[in-house]
């Protein structure tokens, strides 16, 4: 069983609010210096920052938009030289949905959906595979959606990008798996966040568990996959969604 090395660090993508804040806090709260990136919330991204430092741990806001040419490189690095150590655990969390029917579709908002929710992801899975496979020791853990495996009308282009993250966790597990290296997904169903405070409530209903989702229950979740404990676990998605994908 490979051991997290001392120097290791955790980077979160999408860390300002909602599922990303609450993974960066449970991530510092296990020890992890956390590096947190943002888009444009930078007061908010502060707040996290201040809130995990008030706890005893330690983290660095940074500002990266995911879809930029050279991001996953650049923030890998900064992350690095502000944390003092490589990034063995990735979590790609930086997410948006842009809904609409198929047939009234147009190609920006399928093509903005994608490249956030997927080729994002995998250019900084690319980008931090090198220090991981160095360490013999790495973490990545991609959060999907229960979209990616249950139709959601209306979703076509998140559909296709979650699910094709959750297609591309499993390959990407199989070719570093002898590394130490493991790769995950947690698919979460109904969250209570910004992303889902417009859609109506009766949503709830179809729940098996009949409420949403808490941030902290998602957070819980990448937590484990991020540990020493989950080693011998790749490949695989774990939903947190009360019930929704069974
Ligand atoms: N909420 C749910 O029910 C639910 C369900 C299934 C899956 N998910 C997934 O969980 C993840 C987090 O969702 P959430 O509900 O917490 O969303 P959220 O509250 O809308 O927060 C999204 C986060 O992603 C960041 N972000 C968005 N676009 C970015 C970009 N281009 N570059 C860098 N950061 C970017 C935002 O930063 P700024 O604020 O700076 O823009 C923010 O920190 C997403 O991948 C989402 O698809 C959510």
């Known amino acids: 069983m490979s051991e997290r090395p001392q120097d290791a660090v955790a980077l979160v993508t999408g860390g300002s609010r909602g599922i990303g804040a609450a993974i960066a806090g449970a991530l510092a709260a296990d020890g992890w210096p956390v590096a947190l990136t943002y888009r444009s919330g930078a007061q908010e991204a502060a707040a996290v920052v201040a809130a995990i430092e008030a706890a005893g741990g330690r983290a660095v806001a940074l500002q990266s938009d995911v879809t930029a040419d050279g991001a996953a490189a650049a923030v890998l690095e900064t992350a690095r030289e502000q944390l003092g150590g490589p990034v063995l655990t990735l979590v790609n969390n930086a997410g948006v949905r842009e809904d609409d029917l198929a047939i009234s579709l147009d190609d920006e908002r399928w093509q903005r959906v994608i490249d956030t929710n997927l080729t994002a992801v995998f250019r900084m899975m690319r ?86 989702g808490m ?32």
């Open 127 to 212: 980008e931090a595979l090198g220090p991981m496979l160095r360490a013999r020791h790495g973490r990545i853990v991609n959060i999907a959606s229960v979209v990616g495996l249950r139709a959601n009308a209306g979703q076509a282009n998140y559909a296709a990008a979650k699910g094709g993250l959750v297609a591309a966790t499993k390959t990407i597990a199989v070719e570093v798996a002898r590394r130490g290296v493991t790769v995950n997904a947690v698919a979460p169903g109904f969250i209570a966040t910004d992303m889902t405070a417009d859609l109506p409530k009766e949503f709830l209903d179809g729940i098996p568990a009949r409420r949403a």
């Open 215 to 246: 941030p902290e229950e998602v957070a819980a979740a990448v937590r484990f996959l991020a540990s020493d404990d989950a080693g011998y676990v790749t490949g695989s998605t774990l939903y947190v969604d009360g019930g929704l994908a069974a």
